[in-house]
């Protein structure tokens, strides 16, 4: 009888990922049905079954800020930052992360994320981002620095020009 408990236990427990990903597949057909509240839903039952699955906690995430609800938007940045401390180099989700803070108006947290994915990717957005949080905490010569570096990923990048353009302090 244990043994057989064991193994039932043990076998719920290895297929978890596949429960997971059957779930963020789930998700992703209500999305494209038009329903992103049912999808999101969906996408946290992914990360309840799996909280290293990439695929729900980015889709749970992006779809959060995309929704612009702040409870929804709390709940990933925690399923976020659950996932970050175990995978800190997935800068998909960190992006995301720093989207939700954004949103939020955290400037500290959003401007480490994005310029954390900016350094590391060669990510002119993330890091342009990343100058408009300084900006917003008043850091004007580490907005302008930046800006400035977002310009040495992509010298066109019209984002950056404009904001150091109606910066110039």
């Known amino acids: 009888m244990a043994l057989a408990l064991t193994g039932i236990v043990l076998s719920g427990y290895l297929v978890r990922p596949q429960i997971s990903q059957a779930l963020v597949i789930r998700g992703d057909e209500r ?11 969906y996408y946290k039952r992914g990360i309840d079954a799996d909280p290293l699955n990439a695929s729900a906690v980015d889709r749970f995430a992006f779809g959060a800020v995309s929704l612009r609800e702040k409870t929804v938007v709390r709940e990933a940045i925690a399923a976020s930052s659950a996932y970050l401390r175990r995978r800190p180099a997935d800068d998909v989700v960190r992006m995301d992360r720093a989207m939700a803070f954004r949103l939020l108006g955290d400037w500290r947290h959003a401007a480490t994320d994005f310029e954390r994915v900016g350094e590391r990717e060669r990510d002119a957005t ?15 010569r580490r907005a302008r620095a930046l800006w400035r570096k977002a310009l040495t990923v992509d010298r066109n990048f019209r984002a950056a020009l404009h904001a150091l353009g109606s910066n110039a302090s």
């Open 31 to 41: 999305l494209y049905r038009g329903s992103a509240r049912e999808a999101l839903g």
């Open 126 to 140: 993330a890091l342009t981002f990343a100058g408009y949080a300084a900006d917003k905490l008043h850091e004007h």
